[in-house]
């Protein structure tokens, strides 16, 4: 059991001293490409989804407590409360997907 306990400690440190060949490079070079087209398809759907919603003036109703009402508390069934998560969605598949692009990219 210690042999093999010291066998997959030697095969992780010579992975980490020597990563190379892991992935192949027209494979890395076609992940990127491919995750690179995705953000930029992510990227133009958010530029589109954040020119349909409209500016808000949340600060102004707490003066005359407008925010109480039932619009106010029911605000995310609405298409403002559904457009600004598509937009978060959107955000966090970018985030993502730059990550991946990045980890993949520097494993040589």
Do not use: H, W
């Not at 407008?66 to 508390?73: A, F, I, L, Q, R």
């Amino acid at each position: 059991m210690l042999n093999s306990i010291f066998n997959t400690l030697l095969a992780a440190s010579d992975f980490i001293n020597n990563p190379g060949g892991s992935i192949d490079a027209t494979v890395r070079n076609n992940v990127v490409m491919a995750f690179m087209i995705l953000m930029m398809i992510a990227a133009i759907a958010m530029i589109v989804v954040v020119l349909m919603q409209k500016g808000t003036n949340d600060n102004v109703g707490v003066i005359t407590g407008v925010s109480d009402t039932y619009y106010g508390k029911n605000k995310e069934k609405t298409k403002a409360g559904i457009l600004k998560k598509v937009t978060f969605a959107l955000f966090a598949f970018i985030i993502v997907c730059a990550i991946i692009c990045f980890v993949v990219a520097t494993v040589a």
